[in-house]
């Protein structure tokens, strides 16, 4: 394959999360007060670390989320990830064709740790990730659209950022790659493709993955 290192965003790429957090976090905003839809709740927070929840409704609002906002959300995340989460169709035999060929992978995304291995463990993609492989926005600075976590990323699995791909399904997470100076593959299967235009390449089925990789 052309790249030494593959990095895969969590939610929408490998698990079938973006659905079911953005449901319930624009009903739990809704329900503080913040009238949002699903809709907007996709267009304004997908791939997004949880700051950027709280930096938007006060800089909208003037008012700040309650302290213990993210202790609820996530607990509510979490138990719906138990029941409701699936990978991602074909994320499976993309990881399983990256071992056979030998290729180097990891995760890089704005989730929180216990978000990330709740969801693999609920989908059984935490036999593919060891726990060195696994990297989240809470090991650095700033989230996405900052380069910061892919940066990381690549230091930490010993890759130059430039023989690094990213996979990402946001916009923030595309922009993130970019300015990391990694190229990027846009995932649309829930994207629009226009919003995902800065990527090097752009597919709709995960299955492809690895052919656009040789």
């Not at 965003?9 to 659905?19: H, I, R, T």
């Not at 913040?34 to 791939?47: K, Q, V």
């Not at 800089?59 to 989460?85: I, K, M, S, W, Y």
């Not at 130059?160 to 649309?188: H, I, K, N, Q």
Request: glycine share 8%.
């Amino acid at each position: 394959m052309r790249y030494d290192l593959v990095i895969f965003d969590n939610d929408g790429v490998l698990v079938d999360s973006e659905p079911i957090s953005n449901r319930l976090l624009a009903g739990y905003l809704t329900e503080l007060g913040h009238p949002t839809s699903y809709e907007e709740s996709l267009r304004d927070y997908m791939g997004a670390a949880m700051h950027r929840v709280h930096d938007l409704v006060e800089e909208r609002t003037g008012q700040r989320l309650p302290d213990d906002f993210d202790d609820v959300f996530h607990a509510r995340v979490f138990a719906a990830f138990e029941r409701e989460l699936k990978p991602v169709a074909g994320a499976v035999d993309v990881l399983e064709r990256l071992v056979a060929d030998g290729v180097p992978y990891c995760v890089a995304s704005s989730g929180s740790h216990a978000r990330i291995r709740t969801g693999h463990r609920a989908t059984g993609l935490d036999e593919w990730f060891e726990e060195q492989w696994v990297f989240s926005s809470e090991d650095v600075g700033r989230g996405k659209p900052a380069p910061d976590l892919f940066l990381y990323a690549a230091e930490q699995m010993g890759v130059a950022p430039e023989r690094c791909v990213v996979v990402e399904d946001s916009p923030l997470g595309v922009r993130a790659a970019v300015a990391a100076g990694m190229d990027v593959y846009g995932f649309t299967a829930m994207t629009p493709a226009e919003r995902l235009a800065e990527a090097n390449q752009l597919f709709s089925d995960m299955r492809e993955l690895p052919d656009l990789l040789v």
